[in-house]
């Protein structure tokens, strides 16, 4: 279970800190599969980097298992099961697919790579020996990037905006790839996406707004809200991504 209790955060803006999230009180639950969306600008983005540790807390506490894991760093996060995907995955001239994998699993655990890259679409004899570089496709790195976190064995898995980037193709194979995670994994799931296919996907929408969670709940209950409230500021990005 992750818990996050008065969290607030700051960036350093032109004229000083500036306020980005206020006082956020939310749980996620093991094993569901969340789907942060909300107007661009409105915080989510801020939100998942600061379960990451990406940026620091403010004010607040962020737990892990009932584990204060605020003051910790990204890495001592990443090594108590915390995962972030970015919007456009690094590439890495004279890494191949297969040394990353190994890296991901780490010493004390044995790799399977092949069962991981089958588990996002990817037949592991056409891609174990190649680099990850600019040969490869937007969609291919994006499955190669879960992968990664599919070998870390994660409690916690943060995906930015995954379908930034791809085509159609790749995105369908997308949208196939993160349904099976959430069925075969034991893994809670976070998702930052406008895409209503995407947000089919989610056992709950967490709005996030004007820097605060404005609605929590099952698909069912609010996805309706967003498209029905004209006072909702992200029913326009909404309404433009979804296709």
Known sequence: MLEIKDLSVSLEGRNGPVEILRNINLTLEDHLLYVFTGPNGGGKSTLAKAIMGIYPAAAGKILLNGQDITSLSITERACLGVGYAFQQPPRFKGLTVGKMLEIACGKNRTCEDCNYLYSVGLCPQDYIGREVDTSLSGGEVKRIEIATLLARDLKVAIYDEPEAGIDLWSFSRLIE???????????????????????????????????????????????????????????????????
């Open 177 to 243: 790839t993160f349904n099976n995670l959430h069925e075969q994994y034991d893994t809670t799931i976070i998702l930052i996406s406008h895409q209503e296919r995407i947000i089919n996907l989610a056992d709950e929408i967490i709005l996030v707004a004007d820097g605060g969670i404005k609605e929590k709940g099952r698909k069912e209950e609010v996805w309706p809200l967003i498209m029905q409230d004209a006072t909702c500021t992200c029913r326009g990005d909404c309404n433009e991504r979804v296709g």
